[in-house]
């Protein structure tokens, strides 16, 4: 199994400004993920972090809207950039080895 | 890609009382797992099941891939068991699971 822990818990933000969110995992792992989990919603993934190159991202998300940071086996960044409202949203970095998928606690961000 | 279809979409019980819900899926799949979000977001690994039966308290899981459903049981539920249930399932080569819908729960003391 996998610990990660995910920082901020949550978040209200001013729009047009921008978040950093972390995540440490306690162990090193090839792939890491981001999602996004709009209210009431299920879980889209925004990008596969890959460490040493850029991160894939999925259809409907941009680089420089969530640019990310996978600077060793063990971290990531995720950050949410020129915030709006309908950033507003539950945020989870991700886990997966060669079964079970593992998430942080999730950022509940708000965006006023 | 695969799709995934969760069942009921919404559940309301009374304290005590047993549930089932259902995962349905169109393809193949590696693995499937079933998740606890709990009202504060976090998501709570249950269930790492592609196959077979497994039971964890008053919680246990069947997965018939051969059929592409899988159900989850919850027995005596409690107002703790709150929250929605998510089935995510991967297909092929893929590490990246793909999540149903989810089952709103809401349990009343």
């Known amino acids: 199994s996998a610990v990660i822990s995910q920082k901020p818990s949550r978040d209200i933000c001013q729009r047009g400004t921008s978040l950093t969110i972390q995540c440490q995992v306690d162990s090193q792992v090839t792939m890491m993920f981001w999602y996004r989990q709009q209210p009431g919603q299920s879980l889209t993934l925004i990008a596969t972090?890959?460490?040493?190159?850029?991160?894939?991202?999925e259809s409907g998300f941009v680089i420089d809207k969530f640019p990310i940071s996978r600077p060793n086996l063990t971290f990531s960044t995720l950050t949410v950039s020129n915030m709006s409202p309908e950033d507003s949203s539950i945020y989870l970095c991700?886990?997966?080895?060669?079964?079970?998928?593992?998430f942080g606690q999730g950022t509940r961000l708000t965006v006023v | 890609g695969i799709q995934v279809e969760q069942s009921p979409p919404d559940l309301i019980l009374q304290e005590g009382a047993n549930s089932t819900l259902r995962c349905n899926f169109s393809?193949?799949?590696?693995?499937l797992q079933w998740f606890h979000q709990n009202p504060w977001g976090q998501l709570i690994n249950l269930f790492y099941i592609p196959s077979g039966t497994k039971q964890n308290g008053r919680l246990s899981a069947t997965t018939v891939a051969t059929e592409r459903y899988s159900l989850l049981y919850i027995s005596s539920s409690q107002t703790t068991d709150s929250g929605v249930y998510f089935c995510a399932v991967e297909t092929g080569g893929s590490y990246i699971p793909t999540f149903g819908r989810g089952t709103s729960l809401i349990v009343h003391p």
């Open positions: 991700s886990v997966s080895g060669y079964a079970e998928a593992f």
């Open positions: 972090a890959n460490q040493g190159s850029e991160a894939t991202y």
């Open positions: 393809d193949s799949v590696n693995n």
